[in-house]
T-cell receptor, first 114, second 114 residues
Framework: AQSVSQHNHHVILSEAASLELGCNYS??????LFWYVQYPGQHLQLLLK??????LVKGIKGFEAEFIKSKFSFNLRKPSVQWSDTAEYFC????????????FGKGTMLLVSP | GAGVSQTPSNKVTEKGKYVELRCDPI?????LYWYRQSLGQGPEFLIY????????DSGLPNDRFFAVRPEGSVSTLKIQRTERGDSAVYLC????????????FGPGTRLTVL
């Protein structure tokens, strides 16, 4: 079965700092990759997704992620974070095989101080 | 349009009792998923419906858990003889049912078993 590993459980940054959240998955086949975000008091929302094509994916709110197949990685980046980016971020993977049950990482809590 | 809704938002019950959790997916979405999120963890897959049938129930932890979707829309997750370890946030998601679709999550039901 596939699994997802997120490197950091908690990240604290100051506004305008750059962000990179690590995500690695274990599965040898073709996968779809996702980053979801959960803002305080809100439900999970899709930030960006990769199915095929350009491995550099751009999402909402200035976020992007790069799929590196050789490293089984899908790291999330943002060049300059804002206080409003404070949230929990989840990396997820699904098998590209007909339906898309998601396997999630444990999440990374990002706190951005003003 | 309206998103995925779940009721109740919070449920407190006593060990051994029976509970039902409801999910109302986005109109027209044929695929419906249930996940469970324990404290400090990412969501974990429970069961997937395509239409009225449970296409994959491999994530249900034991036979105390059961879910139905009789008319292909609303789904109910049923837990018999609840245990304290069942305490978690139960999430529902829906999608349009294609292999590379996006899952939209509801706000979840926080279940507490005393």
């Amino acid at each position: 079965a596939q699994s997802v590993s997120q490197h950091n459980h908690h990240v604290i940054l100051s506004e305008a700092a750059s962000l990179e959240l690590g995500c690695n998955y274990s599965y040898g086949g073709t996968v779809n990759l996702f980053w979801y975000v959960q803002y305080p008091g809100q439900h999970l929302q899709l930030l960006l997704k990769y199915f095929s094509g350009d491995p550099l994916v751009k999402g909402i709110k200035g976020f992007e992620a790069e799929f590196i197949k050789s490293k089984f990685s899908f790291n999330l980046r943002k060049p300059s974070v804002q206080w409003s980016d404070t949230a929990e971020y989840f990396c997820a993977v699904s098998l590209n095989s007909g339906y898309s049950t998601l396997t999630f990482g444990k999440g990374t809590m990002l706190l951005v101080s003003p | 349009g309206a998103g995925v809704s779940q009721t109740p938002s919070n449920k407190v019950t006593e060990k051994g009792k029976y509970v039902e959790l409801r999910c109302d997916p986005i109109s027209g979405h044929t695929a419906l998923y249930w996940y469970r999120q324990s404290l400090g963890q990412g969501p974990e897959f429970l069961i997937y419906f395509q239409g009225t049938g449970a296409a994959d129930d491999s994530g249900l932890p034991n036979d105390r858990f059961f879910a139905v979707r009789p008319e292909g829309s609303v789904s109910t997750l049923k837990i018999q003889r609840t245990e304290r370890g069942d305490s978690a946030v139960y999430l529902c998601a829906s999608s349009d049912g294609t292999g590379t679709d996006t899952q939209y999550f509801g706000p979840g039901t926080r279940l507490t078993v005393l």
